[in-house]
């Protein structure tokens, strides 16, 4: 399998489909090795958009649906940035080959997962912290942030995490119901404390767990 011509023309589809347009995204895509976060009898679908299972019955988002968050996110260099669901981790180097190094925070409850994601993230090229935990309550210790991305469906945006993020910062989550069709919605946090809540369009995620969640 030629995996760099694989990731390659994946990148120009998406390009081309229009789920990436900024340059940053562009070339996060091109950098991250999307094979070292899937299982290795998956690799050889690694660069087809889809979802595909990492086990614990949780998935690796399609590229099309990572690009969209990525590209809704608004990202820039520098930016301190939280993830919610490490899954495999190849969300949080995506992140960080945007943002910079030592920028990035990433939480997953499940313990198995949160190994893995250690381990797969040694291949990245920046340092991420990897925090296992309840997504839900955030990482106080590393607030407040620029961007909080949730990668699972939650009922509404988690208090706590709204509470992390920097007045003028985003908050990113598909919301809705469990095991239904969420909306992902972009919350921008106001000078009072209160989020102005953008749609942009239907999506379905596995549910988000733990104390906030379901």
């Known amino acids: 399998m030629d995996l760099e011509s694989m990731r390659s023309s994946l990148v120009d589809q998406l390009v081309r489909e229009g789920y990436i ?12 090795r999307r094979e070292n976060f899937v299982p290795k009898e998956l690799m050889e679908y690694s660069y087809i958009d889809r979802p595909l299972p990492i086990g614990e019955d949780q998935t690796i988002s399609a590229p099309s649906m ?45 313990g198995s997962l949160f190994t893995r994601a ?9 340092n991420v912290d990897v925090v296992c935990g309840d997504g839900t309550l955030g990482h106080s210790e590393g607030a407040p942030y620029d961007r909080i991305i949730i990668t699972a469906a939650a009922p509404d945006f988690p208090a706590p995490l709204v509470d992390q993020i920097k007045d003028g910062g985003k908050i ?5 119901r469990r095991g ?16 102005s809540i953008e749609s942009r369009g239907q999506c379905v995620f596995v549910p988000l767990l733990g104390k906030y969640g379901f």
């Open 21 to 32: 347009v900024s340059e940053n995204v562009r070339r996060a895509f091109l950098s991250v």
């Open 66 to 110: 990572i690009a969209i968050m990525l590209e809704e996110s608004r990202l820039e260099e520098g930016m301190k940035v939280l993830e919610i669901g490490a899954g495999s981790g190849y969300n949080a180097c995506l992140l960080a080959n945007i943002v910079g190094d030592g920028n990035v925070t990433t939480i997953e409850r499940i």
């Open 118 to 126: 250690r381990e797969n993230l040694s291949s990245c090229n920046f």
């Open 172 to 176: 990113i989550a598909p919301i809705g």
């Open 180 to 195: 239904m069709v969420q909306v992902l919605k972009i919350g921008t946090k106001g000078k009072n404390g209160t989020l």
